[in-house]
């Protein structure tokens, strides 16, 4: 199993673009979720989706910041504008809803927007 | 309002001894309580997790202790190595290990040799 996929790995961009974050969930999980971690805030959910669909976005910052899974295996996280304080390692995890299990992570995607 | 807190912050023990990580939650409903482990450039990954009907789970040198009436829960490292070197992560939900996690801010661990 090759575990959840992110790209990119890193990512540096200028204030006032448009990024975009790709997640590839654990094949056959049905919960995927999105995760912002720095230094100050610690691990904090951004939202996730279940069978697709988005059931709590509640933790995403601001209307800058969008995701959507159009399919069971690909979710994307948008920041458009970008600004420096969006500058931190975001992780992607997936879940088997349903199962015993627990979340797993994908190695994350480190953003720094100068 | 931080609904897990996590000390200490950073932790520096030598080879071979015992290195301690503590939780507190406020949340008396939450009802799954996992450790997460996480090198750098990796993201966490799940170390070990108990449930609130037991007191102490032990797997290897991992022990987590939980006390339901104090609310808080701690992560034991026995006979510490290097390797375990990483930041660790405590973490509670509500619904067991289906529920959404809320983490603590991490604890860095040193271990010297």
């Known amino acids: 199993d090759a575990g959840v996929i992110q790209s990119p790995r890193h990512e540096v961009t200028e204030m006032g673009q448009e990024v975009t974050l790709r997640c590839k969930p654990i094949?056959?999980?049905?919960?995927l979720f999105w995760y912002r971690q720095t230094m100050m805030r610690g691990l904090e959910l951004l939202i996730y989706?279940?069978?697709?669909?988005?059931?709590?976005d509640s933790g995403m910052p601001e209307d800058r910041f969008s995701a959507k899974m159009p399919n069971a295996s690909f979710s994307t996280l948008k920041i458009q504008p970008s600004e420096p304080r969006d500058s931190a390692v975001y992780f992607c995890?997936?879940?088997?809803?349903?199962?015993?299990?627990?979340?797993?992570f994908g190695p994350g995607t480190r953003l720094t927007v100068l | 309002q931080q609904q897990v807190k996590q000390s200490p912050q950073s932790l520096i023990v030598q080879k071979g001894g015992i290195s301690i990580i503590n939780c507190a939650y406020e949340?008396?409903?939450?009802?799954?309580f996992p450790w997460y482990q996480q090198f750098p450039g990796k993201g966490p990954a799940l170390l070990i997790a108990?449930?609130?009907?037991?007191s102490e789970k032990k797997e290897g040198r991992f022990t987590i202790s939980f006390n339901k009436s104090a609310k808080q829960f701690s992560l034991h490292i026995m006979d510490s190595q290097p390797g375990d070197s990483a930041t660790y992560f405590c973490?509670?939900?509500?619904?067991?290990?289906?529920?959404?996690?809320?983490f603590g801010k991490g604890t860095k661990l040193s271990v010297k040799p």
């Open positions: 995890a997936s879940r088997l809803t349903g199962g015993m299990d627990t979340q797993y």
């Open positions: 094949s056959g999980h049905n919960s």
């Open positions: 989706f279940n069978n697709n669909v988005p059931i709590d």
């Open positions: 949340n008396t409903a939450f009802d799954y």
């Open positions: 108990i449930r609130p009907d037991v």
């Open positions: 973490a509670a939900s509500k619904g067991g290990s289906q529920g959404n996690l809320i």
